[in-house]
Nanobody
Framework: QVQLVESGGGLVQAGGSLRLSCAASGKFYRVNDMGWYRQASGNQRDLVAT???????TYADSVKGRFTISRDHAKNTVYLRMNGLKPEDTGVYYC????????????WGQGTQVTVSS
């Protein structure tokens, strides 16, 4: 059974930094694209950043220049470094991965709360 396990959320003051991690585990052949999404209370889940198998990255306009997505292929892990955090970055951050050779294809983590105080 494939699992995505996230860590690194928490409470931080505006202007601060956090780093999120998400590791894929279980039986599979390969992890393709990985990404981070966030969901503020009562809102839909929005894309934050993605990274492909050859490390091509995309970002939401609202986080460009502040957030950096990266991955460790050997560890099947994706990271999100968040600098210059703003109160509007508050939400639950979900990791997403496209996994080849497992029962499904799109997998989600359980979510990790990020709260930015003003």
């Amino acid at each position: 059974q494939v699992q995505l396990v996230e860590s690194g959320g928490g409470l931080v003051q505006a202007g601060g930094s956090l780093r999120l991690s998400c590791a894929a585990s279980g039986k599979f052949y390969r992890v393709n694209d990985m990404g981070w999404y966030r969901q503020a209370s009562g809102n839909q889940r929005d894309l934050v950043a993605t990274i492909s198998t050859n490390n091509v990255t995309t970002y939401a306009d609202s986080v460009k220049g502040r957030f950096t997505i990266s991955r460790d292929h050997a560890k099947n892990t994706v990271y999100l470094r968040m600098n210059g955090l703003k109160p509007e970055d508050t939400g639950v951050y979900y990791c997403n991965a496209k996994i080849v050779g497992a029962e499904g294809y799109y997998y989600w983590g359980q979510g990790t709360q990020v709260t930015v105080s003003s």
